[in-house]
């Protein structure tokens, strides 16, 4: 599909019927972090790993796990690595029960010019299964991206830090995957940054990822095209256009 650039955009997220809370992790335990879905940034997710190859899967201490859930996952390794893989699983509930077990759910969104266009106007709807599962979210996606233009809406950047909490966990819009460990390490000592990603992911979940919310965007997106006073054609390339994303 082409997108046209002059039209009025709307990004609409998949909403979270329900979330439920994360599961309380023990100090020195297996630090888990999750990706589920479809691998729309396959450079970013090796990235992700070739990053733990350089700590040895440990930070802070504590061995570092990857769970997989999906279909298909290419991995290319030079060495070891904790990764355990969950196939496909037929539902979401059964989906969001998995990550629910985990520490950190991992959202990358790529960032060569090649897949710039999916970057910048699609959404995952991945967000929407992590925030159900009431786990902190870490996104590594580049700062023109749909991602980042959302998490934007409550980014504070974190001393000392490269990277920023941010609407529903922490973002690291560095394009050097090495970025995430510090990021990886903070939520790992389960302190004060983890419980306020705790917080902030069920408080998107319950606002801006609610149905209600979706449904006044809907709303919001039409009424403003109205406003404009033209009509819509999308045969013809001279009328403005309107186009939903998700």
Do not use: M
Request: glycine share 4%.
């Amino acid at each position: 599909k082409q997108i046209n650039e002059a039209c009025h955009t709307t990004t609409l997220v998949c909403p979270v019927r329900e979330s439920i809370s994360a599961r309380r992790s023990t100090p020195n335990s297996t630090f888990t972090i999750a990706f589920a879905g479809s691998v729309t940034a396959p450079d970013e997710l090796d990235g992700l790993q070739r990053a733990l190859d350089r700590c040895g899967w440990r930070i802070n201490n504590q061995d570092v796990c990857l769970r997989l859930f999906g279909r298909h996952f290419r991995i290319n390794a030079d060495s070891k690595r904790n990764i355990h893989f969950g196939g496909f699983l037929e539902t979401t509930d059964e989906v969001v029960a998995e990550i629910s077990k985990c520490d950190l759910c991992f959202l990358p969104s790529p960032f060569s010019e090649s897949r710039r266009k999916l970057s910048e106007y699609s959404f995952p709807t991945k967000l929407t299964t992590y925030l159900a599962s009431g786990v902190p979210v870490l996104a590594h996606a580049p700062s023109w991206s749909a991602v980042a233009r959302f998490a934007s809406k409550g980014v504070a950047e974190t001393s000392q830090q490269r990277f920023h909490s941010c609407a529903f966990g922490s973002i690291v819009t560095d394009p050097n995957s090495l970025s995430l460990i510090p990021a990886i390490s903070a939520f790992a000592e389960r302190g004060n940054l983890y419980e306020e990603a705790v917080s902030r992911t069920r408080d998107a979940a319950n606002s801006e990822f609610s149905v209600e919310r979706c449904q006044q965007l809907v709303a919001e997106h039409f009424a403003t095209s109205r406003v404009r006073g033209k009509p819509h054609h999308a045969s013809s390339p001279e009328s403005p256009a309107t186009e939903i994303l998700s």
